[in-house]
């Protein structure tokens, strides 16, 4: 029998209620698909620390090194946020995660369905059949990690600071590799995007994807774009694109953008890839929502749970292999809206549900 071995991490705000309708959902569809699912519930963020005075226990991480991947809820709320920075929910329990499981790999989806193009600030006439296309960003490199990262005062008493963007090729390599196993899957076509008219780590960057691609994957159609021109391109025709990579801050950067045109955050969901393989010989990941603990609607039952569905979707298909199980949830997410059963965040002209009625329609579809 398959076994699903899952650390399930809420968190905070809507974290935990969209959470346990996923778990719901993954409950069925293992049933569904004959798989031994084991789920171990974890705090993590504001609520470990009001429980045990830090944002990511030794438990925590001792349930997630266990399992075959994380599902995240989304951490952090004004409760917290007269913290200390490092203190910081988000600061103390996703860049440990991240440190520890060596997450490099940011793999985010922009998926608009046709019926929610009025979601989108973009108008329509733009993008007549909605969007889709996959944003993947560099994880632990460059400027955010890049030493020497410091500030210092000057002998004429001004400050100084300065963080350093640092790459070497066997980084870009990897990311490229996640890229092109993406555009594999799709239609193939692959933008590299950096700032090689500026930057020496950007003219390493491209040299480095342009071989890589020449030497592994000529099939697929590579092209180059610089971080600005991107910007522009993804807010006026972002469907030229298909799957689009960086280094960190451009992929911080453009893959926000990305969610903003792509309607609401309660419908995108991110997976983060480890280098480590787990037992089944998939990557490690972890798997959450774009969007944050959205403190303004938690507690109302009125968040959209697509988004933390959609994470556990790309938990079964790239830590656990599910390919077909990944695929029946997402289609019945799609159905679900199709037929237009939407929660506030996506209602255009119906009545909006409330998430467990979201959920009960998109169980309907599985
Ligand atoms: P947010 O993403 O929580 O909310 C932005 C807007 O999107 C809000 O109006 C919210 O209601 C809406 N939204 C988000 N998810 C939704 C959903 N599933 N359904 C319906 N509407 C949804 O961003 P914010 O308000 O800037 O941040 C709130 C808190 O979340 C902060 O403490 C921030 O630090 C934290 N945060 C955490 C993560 C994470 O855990 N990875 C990411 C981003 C922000």
Same mark, same amino acid.
């Given at each position: 029998m398959r076994e699903w071995k899952l650390a399930v991490l809420p968190g905070d705000g809507i974290g935990p209620e969209v959470m346990s309708l996923t778990v719901e959902l993954l409950e069925q569809v293992a049933r569904e698909e004959g798989a031994r699912l084991e789920m171990n519930e974890c705090l993590v963020g504001g609520a470990a620390i009001d429980a045990?005075?830090?944002?990511?226990?030794a438990s925590t991480l001792e349930a997630c090194r266990a399992s075959d991947g994380i599902l995240f809820g989304s951490v952090g709320g004004p409760k917290w946020e007269s913290l200390p920075p490092k203190e910081q929910p988000e600061r103390a329990a996703l860049l440990p995660l991240r440190k520890e499981f060596h997450l490099f790999a940011n793999i985010r989806p922009g998926l608009l369905y046709p019926e929610l193009v009025p979601a989108s600030p973009l108008k329509s006439e733009r993008i007549p059949e909605g969007i889709d296309i996959v944003c993947i960003r560099e994880l632990t490199g460059g400027l955010y990690f890049g030493q020497p990262k410091d500030t210092v005062t000057l002998e004429n008493g001004e400050k100084q600071s300065r963080d350093t963007m640092v790459y070497r090729t066997s980084e870009i390599t990897r990311i490229a590799e996640v890229a092109a196993k993406t555009a594999l899957g799709r239609s193939r076509r692959v933008c590299s995007i950096d700032k090689a008219n500026v930057l020496e780590t950007s003219v390493l960057w491209r040299d480095t994807v342009t071989r890589f691609f020449a030497e592994h994957y000529p099939e697929i159609e590579l092209s180059h774009m610089l971080v600005d021109n991107a910007a522009m391109q993804l807010a006026g025709n972002?469907?030229?694109?298909d799957v689009l990579f960086s280094e960190n801050l451009f992929g911080d950067i453009l893959s926000d953008e990305m969610a903003v045109i792509c309607g609401s955050l309660g419908m995108l969901a991110s997976a983060s890839l480890g280098e480590d393989q787990n037992r089944h010989g998939h990557p490690f990941g972890l798997y959450e929502p *774009?969007?944050?603990?959205?403190p303004d609607i938690a507690?109302?039952?009125? *968040?959209?749970p697509c988004a933390q569905i959609l994470s556990g979707a790309l938990l079964l298909r790239h830590s656990l292999g599910e390919e077909a199980a990944a695929t029946r949830i997402e289609t019945a997410v799609r159905r679900a809206v199709e037929k237009g059963t939407r929660t506030g965040d996506i209602a255009f002209e119906v009545e909006p549900v409330g998430s467990s009625a979201m959920l009960a329609a998109i169980r309907a579809e599985l």
């Open positions: 045990e005075g830090t944002a990511l226990p972002p469907n030229q694109f *774009a969007g944050g603990s959205a507690g109302k039952g009125v *968040a959209n």
